[in-house]
């Protein structure tokens, strides 16, 4: 199904909204900001526009968001706005496997986004093979995967908590999910009572449609998706500091070709041998394209432009770093190459090490190990490996801003995918001086992805263009006062010092008798800390009778406390972990098992 608001032949349908970003500043339901937080534009339009929705009774949305302009934080405060309004009572949030721990799974995270929301105290759990909220069905929050909803035991799990309150759903990265789907058949079942798809691409290659994304016809009879809000490529690069500038280097150089059964030679270009393909029904011409990508002299030909490029850009840094700072940086400039399979990206890894020695690398793919995979990755994560070589592994959700290299080696000709793929380099870094947020893309002609790079570039200088037009009437926004910041910071240390130990730390009280800092309550994190602390009670239980009848063993503890809740201490719920350990507390106090 095609998608109205975005095209990559380089116009937009739509024209670009360029209404000064007071938006951010505009009142939005149930959202009391504090300690200077401040929704960019694009986020603040979307929520006002959903909360009007809602309210007229339309209850299904989709939010066109670019990578790394936070479609996390519009998600969960998505959530805010519709608990104000009494449209749900919960949340699911639907993710691929690969965004869970980038965007989702850091409860401290969550916590300190709800607290400059202004939102009251939210329970949550992850659920990935986790069956944790089952026994906590109370649970406000459940962050889970479209894999872990499909599967028989993680589906059946939902059912149950989605039939126990009004749900809102929220379906990150959308173009995941087909209609006719495993993934979508098995969503479908659940109840709810509102939901919010999200992506930067809402399009897929094969054309199939997006499941829970509204749509419309058109004149021309096809259908086409709805978005209640779209940020653009060109809207980021407005804004600034969002994503980096790209510079595309398409390669393109000729060569010869032997017809094995005649002896003929023939000799074109990468880009004619492309054309060749679209004109001819035979596979040769894809075939001999496939096997190019092995030779060395291809190899050479793409990837050692973009290893000069990196070593520039990395004495760059060390450079202006030292001079400012009087050291090496924290982070340096990294690369990732897209290649076409584990065997071709084996080849290009043994191409690499050969012809750059000095230059960390390594690669992931289906055929490394699982454990060994996760390592690799979290080295790269962590900025110890320069160069990553991956066969679509580092996708949507993974976040690492420091890449600013990509070598499209593969033959993914899709303009969606193609965006997602390079999209993972553009993300602004901080940590980089503004003029090194640049990421170099390299691709060979013969991949088709030209018009799309095209594309990505012109709505870079347009969106750069509107930005220096707008700078001179924008004020920058006002920082936080450092009383402000420093009362936070120390409420912060002291929430997570209690945190570990009580559940009601979340209504403990400063010294100054403030409100409480409202934040995220991590069930799984609250349940592993009790069941430590009945463990400890137990044990330490076990020692003092032993002591005062010379018979009790821990044995007999855990018999009676069997006897006493009717279930194993694992399959006790938080409130029932709870009255387990005041009921040890109590045993110790009176030396004897009540």
Sequence with gaps: MPYRDLDVSGSLSLPLDTTDADGADAEIPGIAPRLGFRFRAGQARFLSKLAEAWQRGAMNHLGVFVPGYGKTITALASFVVARHLEVADRLV???????LRDQYADPEALADLFFKLGAPLFSFCVADADAVFLKNLSTQIIVTTYQYASGRGGHRALLRYTHAARCLFVFDE????????????????????????LSGTPMRSDNKTLFGVPFEAGADGEQYYRALHEVT???AHAEGRILKRVAAHVLDYRLRMVRVDTGEEVELSLSEMVEQARSTA???????RKRLRFHDVYLDSLLRPAFERLAEKQAALRQAWRQKHGGPPPRQHQMLVIAMSNRHAAAILAFVREHFPGVSATRIGQDVAAPERAARLDAYRNGEIDVMVQVDMIGEGTDIKPISVIVKADLVR???????????????YDGFPEDQNLCDLYAADDSE??????????EEQRGVTLRQRREPREAPPAPPAPSERSAWELKAVEQRRI??????????????DAPPRPQIVDVSAQERALRQSCAELATELAFVLRGTDGTTTIRDVHA??????????????????DRKQRWLERCLRARRLL
Excluded: C
Aim: charged share 20%; hydrophobic share 45%.
């Design 93 to 99: 949030v639907f993710v691929p496997r690969g965004n």
């Design 174 to 197: 959308v173009h995941h999910l087909a209609d006719d789907g495993t993934w979508a058949q098995k969503i479908e079942q659940f109840p709810h009572a509102a939901s919010v798809a």
């Design 233 to 235: 490529l060109r809207d």
């Design 282 to 288: 035979e596979v040769d011409t894809f075939l001999a």
């Design 414 to 428: 899709a303009a969606s995918k193609t965006m997602q793929q390079v999209f993972r380099g553009m993300r602004y």
């Design 449 to 458: 992805v030209v018009e799309t790079l095209a594309w990505i570039t012109s």
């Design 499 to 512: 945190h570990t130990h009580s559940l009601d730390s979340h209504f403990a009280r400063t010294a100054a």
């Design 560 to 577: 009676a406390a069997m006897r006493r809740f009717a279930k194993p201490q694992d399959a006790l719920s938080l409130p029932e972990l």
